[in-house]
């Protein structure tokens, strides 16, 4: 059975964005992202919200035809590109090339998701993943902790009456100081 993967880089505070959306603290540089797009290219869909989605839509396709891009980035790009979407929204009525929109998270519907034949999933986006946690749909959580206190923004994850005990399955420290925990539910 595919796992529903939660891929996120946060904030040693636990901020996923800053302020008005600011994501300029991400230190994702070369090394980092040769390393994500590997875990990410054998993933079989991305499951976004409409923000996530809106943001990845609106510079992915193509930016790999920037001459300045670097190569992890166009590596990214096709990768984008290639692999189906699940789009969660409840306002867009379409998503371009390899997205389909669906309208809520039905747990069943996410269930047969996961029992077809395939790699896993990654999902993103802090309601979305909020939303998959709370109905226990998470089954690893892949969390790259930023070195940086950004002092406000927007939490992964909101306040819950729900505790959830994770083992660790995984940390990797990055050369930039990026540090990936990696749990399973």
């Known amino acids: 059975m595919r796992k ?3 891929f996120m880089q946060v904030s040693l505070d636990g901020f996923f964005e800053g302020p008005d959306r600011d994501i300029s603290w991400h230190m994702v540089d070369d ?6 797009n590997a875990r990410l290219a054998t993933m079989s869909a991305f499951l976004e919200g409409r923000v996530s989605y809106e943001l990845m ?3 992915w396709p193509t930016a790999d035809q920037d001459p300045e891009i670097s190569a992890p980035m166009a590596e990214f790009a096709q990768i984008w590109r290639d692999m189906p979407k699940v789009v969660y929204s409840r306002t867009l009525t379409t998503a371009g090339p390899n997205a389909t929109v669906v309208r809520d998270v039905v747990p069943e519907e996410v269930q047969a998701l996961k029992s077809q034949p395939g790699g896993d999933m990654a999902v993103g986006g802090a309601d979305l993943a909020d939303t998959f946690r709370r109905l226990g749909l998470i089954d690893e959580y892949w969390v790259y902790v930023q070195p940086v206190l950004i002092g406000r923004g927007r939490s992964l994850f909101k306040v819950a009456d729900n505790k959830a005990q994770l083992r660790l399955l995984e940390t990797r420290v990055f050369g930039n100081g990026v540090a990936l925990l990696r749990y399973a539910a």
């Open 4 to 6: 529903i993967i939660l």
């Open 31 to 36: 090394e980092l992202h040769r390393y994500v």
């Open 57 to 59: 839509e609106g510079f």
